[in-house]
């Protein structure tokens, strides 16, 4: 075809789209600034397996990944636990981070894509209207179409001009911070739930787990604001006087990373650009998974590039992918960014008050019902927790907050079926005033 598909990153929706579009005959390179045999965090991470094969990937050998138990999420004061009912064919799976890694890309390497390592990309090149490809340390390299999967902070799309109208800047409280780290077993008694989710322990804004496993216990602490290893240290000691499982002594990780969690993108095309993954927000807001997400973006985007066959790559026909995201994905995960924003609001009593008056239920907490990990949480009807609230609150300033976030979350969900079905700048620009707006 001759058509040269540029990559911006190893992120695993560039790599998913990469090899499925290398698979098509193009030309694909992937430009990546870590080493070879380097990427991924030293821990574990979870998917749902069905989206694999969505990408065309087999799954993974045996050997190399478990299903994930189901989580228990508890609240601030721990006088109440909301467990998830995940069916054993909607189980999620476990892997190690790198072996992640290693599966998607010797799987890209056999579809016929190419991989650049120690190669940081610096920004786009863009002539005109059109990203005509990326400034590297190595130089520039240009392409027919740049697909930007370079992470939250991608140089990329932060650098794009803004008559693109593509966000640019992830803001506070559309981002986690997260520090995760493995540790050893203190006390050999069994926990009184193997996966426990706490949100807004010791009534700090975020969410933290223990993972109990059999030689090892899973620490996550994740804030909306930042936070250094001295207050890890001091969380992490009051953690245990309720977790007596988790030990003192770190077997590995320890690592701080940032995820994003908020909205997908008004707008994630533009002539010669497609952005994917982290670079186009595609975590599941409440609680940052993206994975899944980022493969199922992976096989639309792809889908789009085969069907354009003059190759032109416009803002016009790569549309289709923005449509076909929202339309299986995205117009789903924009209402639940509504709820994290509502949380944001809350304080550790009244999210106290929301379990305790049971206005969150078990069917509402359970996720990965399906391959995106929102399940049941992506299907209710936010009337049914307005209705709900009124039902059961005696906090008027919590009703308040609760119906303001169902409000929002149906003005979200009107906006998302008024986007464009087809692209016209003007009229692209001036829907996503109208979204942005929405989450206002």
Same mark, same amino acid.
């Given at each position: 075809?001759?058509?040269?598909?540029?990559?911006?990153?190893?992120?695993?929706?560039?790599?998913?789209?990469?090899?499925?579009?290398?698979?098509?005959?193009?030309?694909?390179?992937?430009?990546?600034?870590?080493?070879?045999?380097?990427?991924?965090?030293?821990?574990?991470?979870?998917?749902?397996?069905?989206?694999?094969?969505?990408?065309?990937?087999?799954?993974?050998?045996?050997?190399?990944?478990?299903?994930?138990?189901?989580?228990?999420?508890?609240?601030?004061?721990?006088?109440?636990?909301?467990?998830?009912?995940?069916?054993?064919?909607?189980?999620?799976?476990?892997?190690?981070?790198?072996?992640?890694?290693?599966?998607?890309?010797?799987?890209?390497?056999?579809?016929?894509?190419?991989?650049?390592?120690?190669?940081?990309?610096?920004?786009?090149?863009?002539?005109?209207?059109?990203?005509?490809?990326?400034?590297?340390?190595?130089?520039?390299?240009?392409?027919?179409?740049?697909?930007?999967?370079?992470?939250?902070?991608?140089?990329?799309?932060?650098?794009?001009?803004?008559?693109?109208?593509?966000?640019?800047?992830?803001?506070?409280?559309?981002?986690?911070?997260?520090?995760?780290?493995?540790?050893? =077993? /203190? %006390?050999?008694?069994? !926990?009184?739930?193997?996966?426990?989710? @706490?949100?807004? #322990?010791?009534?700090?804004? &975020? *969410?933290?787990?223990?993972?109990?496993?059999?030689?090892?216990?899973?620490?996550?602490?994740?804030?909306?604001?930042?936070?250094?290893?001295?207050?890890?240290?001091?969380?992490?000691?009051?953690?245990?006087?309720?977790?007596?499982?988790?030990?003192?002594?770190?077997?590995?990780?320890?690592?701080?990373?940032?995820?994003?969690?908020?909205?997908?993108?008004?707008?994630? =095309? /533009? %002539?010669?650009?497609? !952005?994917?993954?982290?670079?186009?927000? @595609?975590?599941? #807001?409440?609680?940052?998974? &993206? *994975?899944?997400?980022?493969?199922?973006?992976?096989?639309?985007?792809?889908?789009?590039?085969?069907?354009?066959?003059?190759?032109?790559?416009?803002?016009?026909?790569?549309?289709?992918?923005?449509?076909?995201?929202?339309?299986?994905?995205?117009?789903?995960?924009?209402?639940?960014?509504?709820?994290?924003?509502?949380?944001?609001?809350?304080?550790?009593?009244?999210?106290?008050?929301?379990?305790?008056?049971?206005?969150?239920?078990?069917?509402?907490?359970?996720?990965?019902?399906?391959?995106?990990?929102?399940?049941?949480?992506?299907?209710?009807?936010?009337?049914?927790?307005?209705?709900?609230?009124?039902?059961?609150?005696?906090?008027?300033?919590?009703?308040?907050?609760?119906?303001?976030?169902?409000?929002?979350?149906?003005?979200?969900?009107?906006?998302?079926?008024?986007?464009?079905?087809?692209?016209?700048?003007?009229?692209?620009?001036?829907?996503?005033?109208?979204?942005?707006?929405?989450?206002?």
């Amino acid at each position: 075809m001759g058509k040269k598909v540029i990559v911006a990153g190893l992120g695993h929706g560039g790599i998913a789209a990469a090899a499925l579009i290398a698979k098509s005959g193009y030309d694909v390179t992937v430009y990546e600034k870590k080493s070879e045999g380097t990427l991924g965090y030293d821990w574990t991470d979870i998917f749902a397996p069905q989206a694999l094969e969505i990408a065309g990937m087999k799954m993974p050998p045996e050997d190399k990944y478990e299903y994930k138990e189901d989580m228990t999420f508890f609240n601030p004061s721990f006088t109440k636990k909301l467990q998830q009912h995940v069916p054993a064919e909607k189980l999620e799976i476990k892997m190690e981070r790198r072996d992640i890694y290693e599966h998607f890309i010797n799987h890209a390497l056999e579809c016929g894509v190419k991989i650049v390592y120690d190669c940081e990309v610096k920004a786009p090149i863009v002539l005109g209207n059109r990203v005509v490809g990326i400034k590297t340390e190595q130089g520039e390299i240009y392409g027919d179409l740049i697909i930007d999967s370079c992470g939250m902070n991608s140089p990329v799309r932060s650098n794009l001009p803004s008559f693109f109208g593509i966000d640019k800047d992830v803001e506070n409280g559309e981002k986690i911070n997260i520090y995760r780290a493995f540790f050893n =077993v /203190a %006390d050999e008694e069994p !926990a009184e739930a193997k996966f426990k989710v @706490m949100l807004f #322990p010791g009534g700090i804004q &975020g *969410i933290s787990w223990i993972a109990s496993e059999d030689d090892h216990t899973d620490l996550l602490i994740g804030r909306f604001e930042e936070f250094d290893m001295k207050e890890v240290e001091r969380f992490s000691d009051f953690l245990r006087e309720t977790n007596p499982r988790l030990g003192k002594e770190k077997i590995r990780g320890g690592q701080f990373v940032e995820i994003p969690v908020r909205q997908p993108p008004a707008i994630m =095309v /533009a %002539d010669g650009y497609a !952005a994917i993954g982290d670079s186009a927000f @595609m975590t599941v #807001p409440l609680i940052g998974s &993206g *994975i899944a997400n980022s493969l199922k973006a992976a096989k639309i985007l792809a889908n789009t590039v085969s069907t354009d066959k003059e190759g032109v790559f416009s803002a016009d026909t790569l549309w289709n992918y923005q449509t076909g995201y929202y339309k299986a994905l995205g117009a789903s995960l924009a209402p639940l960014a509504c709820i994290k924003l509502m949380l944001l609001t809350l304080t550790a009593d009244e999210i106290d008050y929301v379990f305790e008056k049971e206005i969150l239920t078990d069917d509402l907490i359970t996720i990965g019902a399906d391959f995106t990990g929102i399940g049941n949480v992506m299907k209710f009807d936010p009337k049914d927790l307005i209705n709900k609230a009124k039902q059961v609150c005696s906090n008027s300033e919590l009703l308040k907050k609760i119906i303001n976030c169902g409000v929002r979350m149906g003005n979200v969900s009107a906006a998302c079926t008024m986007m464009p079905k087809k692209w016209n700048a003007s009229r692209v620009k001036a829907w996503a005033k109208v979204y942005n707006y929405a989450f206002k």
